[in-house]
């Protein structure tokens, strides 16, 4: 019964946002009898301790099923840091940048740019290829990343531009990815990384928690001293529990990955957002009302990114979406029109559902305009 309030109160609303993003809403109901009463410990799970052994072991669980779903071989790491995504751009550099040559970076869009900010503060920077001449609308294939370079940094997905990398680079420095909003969407080999790095909100839970995924020789070919907050190999060595790690968010992450082995692990649901992003893609290309706004071969399955052909219905648009309520397709406000994030527990109904809205949409204005044309002419 209560189970099926939490599920309608969330389906009330479709929601599209890019993150903080849309949980499914069988996890927002165990998280939410867990912040009243645990496992039935008589305390919350904001106010366990994080030492305790029944936590420690939540811990565990999620670096286990993180493993288990991501296939990450034991040399390498998971590891729980705070600060988000926007905190590894300076750690990335701080750690493998200080007292060597380069860090070479792919710049595919607005959080690649926010990578290279950072990373100029520890060293230099060497720009591989950049998609900046067309408004990031595509990912740059054909660079060469210098010979003495500490590292190539890339985006795997560009969550504001909606482009996605459906191959890595093969290059014989070390390969850093932020994962942030496509991690556990599609499969990926571990192995083509050094070290991978997302923000929790996107596809793996509340804001609160990084997880980063690195090679062990990685993080030992650091020799520096370094701050112990900014220093992987601290949070390796102390299980990631070097200072109170964000409980909350880890525990609803563990919750989220164990739907997500459910729905057949990482393989299920990348068929079904491929599903997804299919019938949202199908449907701007086919409506002469929308275009989309990202290259066809580099258009992203999680951020679906599109525009009008007359801007000065945008407005019209999202306020008639959101009255459906379709919530969170405003686009980002550098890059403007629309973006449909598609998050793995974004339901595929919801998709169908804007599909009807845009059609919907396009019925009304062609009636509009038909019927003007008519007075005009008559
Ligand atoms: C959202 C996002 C970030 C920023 O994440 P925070 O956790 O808010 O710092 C960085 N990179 C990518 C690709 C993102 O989508």
New binding site residues.
Partial sequence: MQQNQIEMQVLKKHNFG??PCILPGSVLQQAANAVVNWNDSGLSILEVSHRSPEFESVVLKTQLLIRELLNVPQSYEVLFLQ???????SMVAMNFLQGRACGAYLDTGY?AQ??IKEAKLFGKVAIVASSEDKDYSYIPDHFETPSDAAFLHC??????EGTEMFSFPETSAPLIC????DIFSRTINVRDFDLIYA????NMGP?GM?LVIAKNEFLNSVKHALPSMSDYRVYRDNQSMFNTPPVFSIYVSMLNLLWLREQGGVTGIQLKNHKKSELLYEEIDRNPLFYGTAMPAHRSKMNITFKMHDPSMEAEFLRFAAGHGVVGIKGYRTVGGFRASLYNALPLSSVEFLVQVMQHFEKEKTMVYSMGTQIAGS
């Fill in positions: 890019a993150g600060g988000g995504a926007s905190t590894q751009f959080f926010k990578a985006t795997s997905n560009n969550t504001i932020d994962m942030s909003s923000g929790a909100q996107k804001a990084t």
